[in-house]
């Protein structure tokens, strides 16, 4: 009777007068607001606060960033072949108790190794299971036709809730303490917890769906259903057809994977070097204030919200051709930064940077759910972490030694942008591969 009652809770899910793929995905968005509590914007908006009491220099802390990112893509690969297997109803909740374990011992710290200890652990975790990997599967999984549009959103979580928080986490530091900050994070995390247990499924087919909420029509009806879809008119795929999915030990093999993990990190390279190096290369080149140019440096972050319209572009003209276009556009932002010299010119450089560079890693997953399908997209996605997570970590190392070296940030910006050049090039070479039948694998 305890058996037949627990598998009755734990079968049970809220009803939705709505696809319930949307309430997976606005789950999700709960789960990793908690969890930017570890990302770095978040910890650079309180650190002042930590280093006041603390006395520590800053490197002590950049360093356990950069250890916490790199550790995090190494587990990327396991833990987007544990997504691909078990879903996100048990990953992303054992993601939040780690994290807010994290959270109440950073609220405790009192050496450094305590600090490194427990971020480093936090960040690693945090950062695949509940902001990246897991989610970006679950929103492949549960969406077909509006796959596009569902990876946009989540895409959407990291910046916006990091953006949240550091409002949140700042006004709580500066009032009650940055420990009291965490332990708010902490209890945030926990209360997540359950909630996530109720919602999270595999996939849709789990509980009785299709991906989009199709009906699971036959015959003549499944055959008006998808020649009435105007998607599937425009060439995309109807929930109702099957669809090919690949292996990731196929998808390594092939050209276009390879060429879409080296696109990947080309991109975040440059725009994580510029992002970390932006705000003080504007102070110097604009002539502005560090508050103004901080203020840049939000909007151009913020306005990763344009994610949604570049998903509704994808879907009409292919993620590739916008991943194109929107590369060579910011490759060509370089001819613009001579002319940075107010405010005024900052601004609109910001603006145009954080329209064009901020969907652009969402097209390059587009590009992996589209040419791989969803059965191993998890795994397949994580194989490409460990890459992306050294560009990552790469980006502020490589703005400060050309600062130092050169006294500039100016040749740093130009080259970094050009880098997309080279990137769209590749991009162009990464056509849809075919998958190859059992004849041509034996021969």
């Keep these: 009777m305890l058996i037949k009652a627990l598998r009755s809770a734990l079968d049970w899910r809220p009803p939705t007068p709505f696809y319930y793929g949307w309430l997976v995905l606005a789950m999700a968005a709960l789960a990793t607001f908690a969890a930017t509590g570890f990302t770095q914007i978040v910890l650079g908006a309180i650190q002042n606060f930590i280093f006041d009491e603390t006395g520590w220099n800053r490197s002590t802390i950049a360093l356990a960033v950069s250890i916490g990112t790199w550790t995090s893509g190494l587990i990327s690969p396991l833990v ?7 879903g996100p109803r048990w990953l992303m909740p054992a993601g939040l108790i780690a994290a807010g374990v994290c959270f109440f011992g950073l609220a405790g710290i009192h050496a450094v190794w305590h600090f490194y200890a427990a971020y480093i652990v936090g960040r690693a975790i945090s950062n695949p299971v509940v902001i990246g990997v897991v989610p970006r599967t679950t929103a492949v999984n549960f969406f077909r036709r509006r796959r596009n ?28 303490g940055w420990r009291n900050a965490y332990r708010g994070l902490g209890i945030a995390s926990f209360a997540l917890i359950l909630p996530l247990v109720a919602v999270m499924r595999r996939q849709p087919e789990d509980i009785g769906l299709l991906p989009d909420g199709a009906k699971a029509e036959t015959g003549r009806e499944a055959g008006a259903a998808i020649a009435s879809n105007p998607g599937h008119s425009k060439g995309q795929p109807s929930p109702l057809s099957p669809e090919e999915s690949w292996n990731a030990r196929e998808a390594v093999r092939t050209n276009a994977f390879w060429l879409i993990g080296i696109t990947a990190f080309l991109s975040l390279l440059g725009a994580a070097t510029i992002g970390y190096s932006m705000v003080p290369f504007l102070v110097d080149q604009a002539s502005i204030s560090t508050a103004q140019a901080a203020g840049v440096f939000s909007l151009s972050t913020f306005l990763s919200v344009a994610n949604v319209g570049w998903a509704y572009v994808a879907d009409r003209f292919s993620p590739r051709r916008v991943l194109m276009v929107l590369l060579v556009a910011t490759g060509a932002t370089a001819l613009y930064i001579p002319f940075i010299d107010s405010l005024a010119s900052a601004y609109v450089f910001g603006m145009v940077y954080g329209l064009l560079t901020g969907t652009v890693g969402v097209l390059e997953q587009m590009m992996l759910a589209q040419y791989f399908g969803r059965g191993s997209y998890g795994t397949i996605s994580g194989l490409m972490m460990p890459s992306q997570t050294v560009a990552l970590g790469m980006g502020p190392v490589i703005g400060a030694v050309v600062k130092d070296t050169t006294g500039s940030y ?12 080279v990137a769209a090039y590749l991009v162009f070479r990464a056509r849809r591969p075919e998958r190859p039948t059992a004849s041509m694998m034996v021969s």
């Design 80 to 86: 987007g072949r544990l997504a691909d297997r078990h």
């Design 149 to 176: 549009l569902a990876l946009a959103i989540s895409s959407t979580f990291r910046p916006l809730g990091g953006a949240i928080n550091i409002q949140i986490i700042s006004a709580v530091a500066g009032r009650w």
């Design 410 to 421: 100016y040749a740093l910006f130009i080259v970094m942008n050009l880098l997309n050049l």
